[in-house]
């Protein structure tokens, strides 16, 4: 019995080793077995009548007209042409080659490359999006909520009502209604009919639909204050109603946690119950923040934000820091900008653009003003110009996408309800809240204009390893084109190239019609043409062929045989 487990062990290496072999002498030795496989035809030339067979066909292609040769290349033209239309679209669908994807994924295997299906399937790992010291497997497409997320109601249906466009896609909003059902509901949601009718309501595609369950939700109990968030968020049409609403949920969120807390560490089920009740006057505040932000009472808005994480200190994963920050920067408070980054800019914490940029701002802040590159040039960079440049450097790095939005290269859209860090939803979001802060930096966009692209000069490419962070996640494009509506133009890092199959389709494509044309108006001179062609072609082989045929006696398959 252990011989034959041992047996049965040992064949599986065996079989690796082989297959590994294999797929090590192609890779190498092709040279090797290209000139075995001419030899064994030279071998073979006489039983298989490979001189007759040439023969024939050398006076098959004598007697075709040119009409043949112009069908041929135009047919030959017409097909690369289809071809080059197909890759063209799936690459600007896709993103890739057709046919790269087919040889990666069909043909790598069977030649035993498979660490890149092994790589590619950590993509999606994730599961906090924090990245722990010398651990690789970090969050590169988890999709995070966005802080600053605008109202559906009081903001994102009025674009759609005068631009008749979608800013949300479905992708979006399906997240959404997965993050309220998680934040916003618990088991015992179906003991309580009001509960229950906003849990239904949540679960609703059609805005109608949901506003229609809130309003049912209200009738059943006045204190139901997820019904007063769904109708601020939703039916709302501006700020100034949608902060009403909130009001009344804030009366009603208070009341809940209230209660709640009371019985919280009586059971699994009361335990659950605070949660949710905890999520939704957390949400309810920030909201009111950002309310009171958007209606110009920014002090008040960063009050609410200091107490709410003074309160609740545990939860930090909402990022409401960073909706501090932004207020903090409208108010040109850039000592309590500063402190907060000193508090959240820290290595072990995940980071994001707003805190990269923010911390390069406030160091070309310090500088710009009287930057110039000419004198920058000549004289060299000081202390603080060079920590300015290395800030900017950094937040380039952790986000490609963000300049180009400051610098005004590209338009900008309306934020989505979730970005990917380090992704072109992530640069949106920054860009439309805090551009107006680059601005009133005098000399900033200049220096931020000046020193941006010197970035990919630092970072090694292909993209094996970054300077200053993991190295830049390949999956990003694939997820923001989910987020982000299908008018906005991704943008995509690294600069994708045209894959070599399309540059070789569009060659074959213009050789071949070039060809059909001049054989189509010229066909004795075409002729003349190929014929000294494929005579100057063959030359080589012909020689090489004459000169074996002298090395090696004629009767060696004769003898051969006989042994």
Known sequence: MADASNSSSQSPGFTEKLKSWLSWSWTY????????????????????????????????????????????????????????????????????????????????????????????????????????????????????????????????????????????????????????????????????????????????????????????????????????????????????????????????????????????????????????????????????AMCARKLGRIREAVKIMRDLMKEFPLLGMLNIHENLLEALLELQAYADVQAVLAKYDDISLPKSATICYTAALLKARAVSDKFSPETASRRGLSTAEMNAVEAIHRAVEFNPHVPKYLLEMKSLILPPEHILKRGDSEAVAYAFFHLQHWKRVEGALNLLHCTWEGTFRMIPYPLEKGHLFYPYPGCTETADRELLPSFHEVSVYPKKELPFFILFTAGLCSFTAMLALLTHQFPELMGVFAKGFFSTLFAPLNFAMEKIENFMPSSFWHQLTRI
Request: glycine share 4%.
């Open 29 to 288: 030795l092709w040279l090797l077995w290209f000139i075995m496989l001419l030899f064994l035809i030279y071998i073979l030339r006489t039983p298989l009548k490979l001189q007759e067979s040439l023969t024939a066909v050398t006076v098959f292609l004598n007697t075709l007209t040119p009409k043949f040769y112009v069908a041929l290349t135009g047919t030959s033209s017409l097909i690369s042409g289809l071809i080059l239309i197909f890759e063209w679209w799936y690459f600007r669908k896709y993103g890739t080659s057709f046919i790269e994807q087919v040889s990666v994924s069909h043909l790598r295997p069977l030649l035993g490359g498979m660490e890149s299906s092994s790589a590619s399937s950590q993509l999606f790992t994730s599961i906090n999006g924090e990245a722990e010291p010398g651990s690789s497997s970090v969050s590169e497409c988890k999709v995070w909520r966005n802080p600053l997320n605008l109202f559906r109601g009081a903001e994102y249906s009025r674009y759609t009502w005068v631009t008749g466009k979608e800013p949300l896609t479905y992708y979006d909003m399906n997240l959404s209604a997965q993050d309220h059902q998680t934040f916003f509901t618990c088991d015992t949601d179906q003991l309580r009919p009001a509960d229950a009718a906003i849990q239904k309501a949540w679960r609703e595609r059609n805005t109608q639909s949901r506003i229609k369950a809130a309003y049912q939700a209200i009738e059943i109990n006045q204190e139901c204050a997820a019904a007063y968030v769904l109708l601020a968020e939703e039916e709302a049409t501006t700020i100034t109603e949608a902060e009403q609403r909130f009001k009344q949920a804030l009366k009603a969120g208070e009341a809940s946690y209230r209660q709640s807390q009371l019985i919280q560490h009586h059971g699994a089920q009361q335990d659950a119950q605070h949660r949710r009740d905890t999520n939704v006057l957390v949400y309810i505040k920030r909201r009111l």
